[in-house]
């Protein structure tokens, strides 16, 4: 098993143009990553694709969502040329990534749970592993805690709805603070005085309720978003350059055609995704 599904499988050519990112997931998740990125290497053309017609992917089998993100990614990648792909969700990454890879030609940069970052925030030993269920079945997952947990105490955590929260949240449309508590109770474990302390933030939709997670949490803990690594790698992988691209909006692109609602239009148009766009593929 490759440990290290996150960095990328091929090296990018030399470019005389900014690099195409697509920037691909399920839902609404991949929008912290897009945000760490924009922020790190803000000079690259991003697209951000969302296969809400599959929303969640969480929900699906191993062999329907493989099927799944290679058809979307496919057609994406007819439809858009990208020079490299970020996978912006685990649940997709922990599993298709070697999929992909196999199938096209084009570095993919994957987001897998950023377990080493929490055990090395640790001071308890007791870290915490917060995914969606499809993340906390894969053996990926449970190899990469037992290469890094380094003595560490590893919770794994399957929040069944938070995904979903968090995109009601962007929708405008939250759910209350006991149902959100609830979800997220699991990761706070106490025994033989010592308690959680540090909790991976493993699906990319979770980091969009971080601050309700600070407010509802028994005790405070470390939340580690795994953006700011993929755009390390991102950055690594294409270099910096030194100016903003100017100009053309952010486009989003959808693969439902249900309407958003005004307060996710605002959420979108705050990140600079000024342009939303469809490419219809129902689910099968
Ligand atoms: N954002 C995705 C992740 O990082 C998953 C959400 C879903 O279940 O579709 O895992």
Redesign the pocket.
């Known amino acids: 098993m490759d440990l290290f599904a996150g960095l990328a499988n091929t090296t990018l050519p030399r470019l005389d143009r900014a690099p195409k990112v697509l920037v691909f997931?399920?839902?609404l998740?991949?929008l912290t990553v897009l945000g760490a990125l924009t922020a790190a290497l803000p000079s690259a053309d991003y697209v951000y694709a969302a296969d809400d017609a599959a929303?969640?992917?969480?929900?699906l089998s191993d062999e329907a969502l493989v099927a799944r993100v290679l058809r979307v990614i496919d057609r994406l990648i007819q439809r858009e040329r990208p020079d490299l792909v970020v996978v912006a969700?685990?649940?997709a990454s922990t599993l298709a990534l070697p999929a992909l890879r196999a199938r096209f030609d084009l570095p993919f940069v994957g987001?897998v749970p950023a377990i080493k970052p929490a055990v090395a925030a640790t001071r308890s030993g007791v870290v915490a592993v917060l995914?969606?269920p499809?993340?906390v079945r894969r053996e990926h997952t449970r190899a990469m805690i037992d290469a890094f947990a380094d003595g560490a105490q590893v919770v794994l955590v399957g929040a069944p709805n938070l995904?979903a929260f968090a995109e009601a949240e962007l929708r405008g449309a939250p759910v209350d603070d006991a149902t959100l508590a609830a979800e997220i109770g699991p990761c706070f474990v106490e025994s033989a005085g010592r308690r959680t302390d540090s909790v991976a933030l493993a699906?990319?939709?979770f980091p969009l309720l971080t601050g309700r997670f600070r407010r509802l949490a028994p005790w405070p803990v470390d939340w580690i978003d795994p953006a700011p690594a993929v755009a390390r790698r991102v950055v690594a992988l294409v270099g910096r350059s030194p100016s903003p691209r100017p100009g053309a909006p952010m486009r989003a692109l959808f693969t439902s055609e249900r309407p958003l609602p005004s307060a996710l239009e605002a959420a979108l148009e705050s990140r600079g995704l000024t342009a939303i766009e469809r490419e219809p593929l129902p689910l099968d």
Do not use: M, R, W
Request: proline share 5%.
């Open positions: 997931d399920s839902g998740g991949g929303f969640p992917y969480g929900g969700c685990n649940t987001t995914a969606t499809g993340t995904a699906c990319t939709h």
